[in-house]
């Protein structure tokens, strides 16, 4: 019997061994590691039932030691996630001031290049009326960073008050009123005084415009997106199920296991649940900003577009030189003849009106070196620009998944948990062995059987939800950017809505500068349509117009 006891005892030794392995002055030593005073620790194991987080068995922890490691684990999940995000909301933040910075700087310099140029050209008219194009420049500056400005109504109403200036100059032996600049309006689509300058250009800087605002506000939502769901708090029980799987192996003495990759997906899965159902909105997000760096690169960029604009306008004007007598003729058909202002047309000064003629320069001869400066200048920052462009697409495309991917990019960091090849040398909750569950789908609705977080997926993250709203709102946005057409002004009637580079403005759109515009013009249009002889003369008339209108100049001179 006795010989049976000794071989009992000898068998059962090793495992009683086992059985109190901890060894709670190595414990000690790890916590002091971790910064914490050894005094705190216990000299003893004990079993553990006043600890919450950590499985209430042998250890050398008590509850003021899991309070510590609970608080420290809430501070080690922020950093991750701060570490994790932080090329993405650096990306995002960088890429808008580039972008903004840039788009800025375009505008000021071609505002520049045109004051300069038009100076040279066309002197002290130009002066005199040079806030019809300040309030040009204005509007568009008002329209790029953010304001209520219908593109298209603003383009109109630039080319009527230019109509309207240079009507005046070219006629100043008349009284031009208001009344009659108003008449003159009505013809502005049938005259077509500048050619089709107006409406390519109307074309060309809408798309553009819409275009670069629309990224820019893209890039801004990114990156605020990016730094409010960066900083979403943990919820209790994530807490509790990251501290049990970074710091109660130390409790153990198994300080030296790193938690198994499964078991830190399934941790991560419930912790951040809430952040991947932001995955399916943020990726469409991205989709359509990758749409919209398409137009930042086509023949519509706002680079393309806003460097020759000052070509284009005295292009433009010298239009409306060359066809003057033909124009001031069909007015006073539909208008009437004007007053004469009892002044002949070179007492009020006109060798001073818009008679430069101007020849485009090659943009390879500039006409001074302060203007080679500044625009080899903005040649430089475009070519920047346009690698800027590549470099945020790739960025964009990276980013794609970001969301639904952290829960992976938390676990493949070298301290977070142990590799997927050592599945059996690890920390799996509770104790060091092979992690037996199975690894759980993204998103909230899959985590209702979460074994290491408890969530409640009846009550999503208010704050996701708005940021999910406000992908939606942008990525909406953007889709019609792509298509030339900008949100702000379009009708909520879809019908309405149409295609083209821009669309009409609501009832609760308000510009500054519309009271020359109004439905008169296009009724107009129509009716001389049908009874042209109203307004437009014939084509076999219009020489005899012309010579007539040549003998009345030189006689007025």
């Known amino acids: 019997m006795s010989a049976v006891f000794a071989v009992l005892c000898a068998l059962l030794a090793p495992v009683a061994a086992d059985l109190h392995a901890v060894n709670c002055s190595q414990v000690q030593d790890a916590f002091t590691y971790l910064g914490y005073s050894p005094a705190n620790v216990p000299t003893e194991e004990s079993a553990g039932g006043d600890l919450q987080v950590c499985a209430p068995q042998r250890t050398c922890c008590n509850a003021e030691m899991e309070e510590d490691i609970s608080q420290r684990s809430s501070r080690d999940f922020e950093k991750l996630m701060d570490d994790t995000s932080e090329e993405l909301r650096d990306t995002f933040m960088t890429r808008h001031k580039r972008f903004d910075e840039f788009f800025l700087e375009l505008l000021e310099n071609t505002e520049r290049s045109l004051n300069e140029m038009f100076l040279r050209t066309y002197g002290k008219p130009y002066l005199q009326n040079a806030e019809v194009f300040q309030g040009l420049f204005a509007e568009l500056k008002r329209y790029y960073t953010g304001g209520n400005v219908n593109l298209e109504e603003m383009l109109n109403d630039f080319w009527m008050r230019l109509l309207e200036r240079m009507f005046q100059l070219l006629n100043s032996q008349y009284l031009i009123t208001e009344d009659y600049l108003e008449c003159i309006g009505k013809y502005m689509e049938q005259l077509k005084p500048f050619g089709d300058v107006p409406k390519k250009l109307k074309s060309q800087v809408t798309r553009a415009f819409i275009a670069a605002r629309t990224f820019v506000q893209g890039l801004m939502v990114g990156r605020e997106v990016a730094n409010r769901v960066s900083k979403v708090s943990m919820s209790s029980a994530c807490v509790s199920g990251f ?101 002949s047309r070179s007492a009020r000064g006109v060798s001073d009106t818009f008679s430069g003629r101007f020849s485009p320069y090659n943009p390879e001869e500039l006409p001074t070196a302060a203007d080679a400066t500044r625009l080899d200048r903005l040649r430089i920052v475009w070519k920047v620009m346009q690698h800027s462009v590549t470099d945020v697409k790739e960025k964009l495309k990276k980013f794609r998944k970001f969301w639904s991917s952290l829960p992976e990019a938390f676990c493949q960091e070298e301290h977070v948990a142990a590799a997927e090849s050592a599945e059996d040398d690890c920390w799996n909750g509770h104790e060091k062995g092979r992690y037996i569950p199975e690894v759980l789908k993204d998103g909230l609705t899959n985590q209702a059987n979460n074994p290491e977080v408890g969530v409640d997926i009846s009550r999503p993250d208010a704050l996701i939800r708005q940021q999910i709203m406000a992908l939606k709102v942008m990525t909406n946005k953007l889709k019609n950017a792509y298509d030339g057409n900008d949100i702000y002004f379009q009708d909520s009637n879809d019908e309405s809505s149409g295609s083209g580079s821009g669309s009409g403005c609501t009832e609760t759109c308000v510009t500054e500068s519309n009271s020359f515009i109004t439905d008169a013009p296009v009724q107009e249009a129509e009716k001389t349509d049908e009874t042209s002889s109203a307004s437009i003369i014939q084509p076999n008339l219009l020489l005899l117009v012309f010579f007539a209108t040549l003998a009345l100049k030189e006689h007025w001179r």
């Not at 078991?263 to 919209?292: F, H, R, T």
Request: charged share 20%; glycine share 6%; hydrophobic share 35%.
């Open 243 to 343: 501290t049990k799987m970074l710091y109660c192996s130390y409790c153990q003495g198994l300080f030296t296991l790193k938690p198994c990759n499964n078991y830190c997906l399934n941790v991560m899965k419930g912790c951040l649940a809430n952040q991947a159902d932001l995955d399916p909105e943020w990726s469409k997000y991205i989709d359509a900003m990758l749409l919209v760096t398409e137009r930042l690169e086509g023949p519509f960029n706002i680079e393309t577009v806003m460097e020759p604009i000052d070509v284009k306008i005295s292009e433009a004007i010298m239009i409306m030189q060359e066809n003057s007598m033909q124009l001031s003729y069909q007015v006073f058909q539909g208008c009437g003849q004007p007053k004469p202002s009892g002044m």
